[in-house]
């Protein structure tokens, strides 16, 4: 269903026909349009001078962090008094971050709010800023590998932690509280850990921990975006979210449920390989000495031959294999033997060919005498 409710807010200032006559109408719209054209870039330079309020906080903050742990090794009393300071000037700074969040916020809902026009009507919905920065060497597979199992044995019990929560809130402040949370490592092992659940039928712990992988694929995105850290805007990602309207609520709840689908779909395809494997490793157990399945073999034999089998009467097989061709009578006792269905008594070692011969022959020699008795 398309929202157009949109299109009530649109402000077109250069295609008004409700002018006097003696006004010069192209004039006018032209004052009109320079004078939007003003406001947009008076409203982009705020929120520039935001963003650069924002970046110069954390910088400091991570200055000031980074004298912490300095200081905190050192014993001396000027260590101390300077570590004090230090101490309450992180604090000053943590709360300065707080409030360039909450304006920043402030800022990108007043953008939402505000009335489209020509010049952003005409704009490519679909383009994007390319930003002139040296590229970073991408990582090989392997180094992903490793940093991903170095994370994880680190702070997999965080991670399980975050998975379980529920609120909002609670999610906030635990992110806040283990920040270094926020990054790809934690959704994979999210991910990973979802499709174990589903392997274990535990339905109602996956379906929890879904949301909170969609939780984390949100605000990485939500960095992508703004082309910023994960952690600088997980809390943008929380005040948005708790206030969202119903097309951003919907978004959200869509990718929830689709995930939780694909999270199924791999889940059953793990099932069935682990059920081959088994299946498979059974198979080998079964084996018999020339390397024939038994099971392969008996539901290959004639249903007359089976019946004795089931029945584990000789003497039946005996009749069975009198009435044969001698030759299709060669071949399945030698697949029985090879499979370990019959277990003969050899009298000879004398090659393949001569055993096959002993096999067949050693049941027409148990009939005759059973004939003679």
Avoid at 58 to 75: C, H, I, N, V
Avoid at 212 to 232: H, N
Wanted: with cysteine; proline share 3%; aromatic share 8%.
């Amino acid at each position: 269903i398309i929202d157009y409710s949109v299109w009530d807010h649109i402000e077109v200032s250069d295609d008004e026909d409700d002018t006097h006559p003696n006004i010069d109408t192209p004039s006018l719209f032209r004052w009109r349009h320079q004078a939007r054209v003003e406001r947009m870039e008076e409203f982009q330079k705020k929120g520039e001078e935001l963003n650069k309020g924002l970046s110069d906080c954390r910088r400091k903050l991570a200055d000031a962090q980074k004298k912490l742990k300095e200081l905190s090794l050192s014993t001396t009393d000027d260590a101390k008094a300077e570590l004090s300071k230090i101490q309450t000037e992180e604090k000053k700074l943590k709360k300065e971050e707080r409030d360039w969040e909450k304006k920043i916020d402030d800022y990108n809902r007043e953008e939402k709010k505000m009335p489209w026009n020509v010049d952003t009507l005409s704009k490519d919905g679909f383009s994007k800023s390319i930003v002139n920065v040296k590229p970073e060497r991408e990582e090989t597979e392997e180094e992903k590998e490793q940093k991903h199992k170095t994370f994880v044995e680190k702070y997999e019990k965080q991670i399980k932690h975050f998975g379980m929560l529920r609120r909002w809130d609670d999610s906030q402040k635990y992110l806040s509280d283990n920040p270094h949370l926020v990054c790809e490592e934690t959704a994979n092992y999210l991910v990973i850990m979802c499709i174990d659940l589903e392997v274990e039928e535990k339905h109602a712990l996956m379906e929890q921990v879904a949301h909170q992988t969609i939780v984390m694929q949100f605000i990485l995105e939500l960095a992508k975006s703004l082309k910023v850290d994960p952690r600088g805007c997980f809390r943008q990602f929380f005040a948005k979210i708790k206030t969202a309207d119903q097309q951003y609520q919907d978004a959200f709840n869509d990718e929830l449920e689709s995930f939780k689908e694909r999270v199924r779909g791999r889940a059953k395809i793990r099932i069935e390989k682990a059920m081959k494997e088994y299946e498979e490793e059974e198979r080998q157990k079964r084996l018999g000495p020339g390397g024939v399945d038994p099971v392969e073999v008996y539901e290959s034999l004639p249903p007359e031959m089976q019946k004795c089998f089931d029945e584990k009467d000789i003497q039946m097989l005996q009749d069975v294999i009198s009435k044969m061709d001698p030759t299709e009578a060669k071949i399945h006792m030698k697949r029985c033997i090879d499979s370990g269905l019959w277990v003969p008594n050899a009298k000879t070692d004398e090659g393949e060919e001569k055993e096959e011969e002993a096999t067949y022959e050693e049941v027409k020699q148990e009939q005759e005498e059973s004939k003679k008795e």
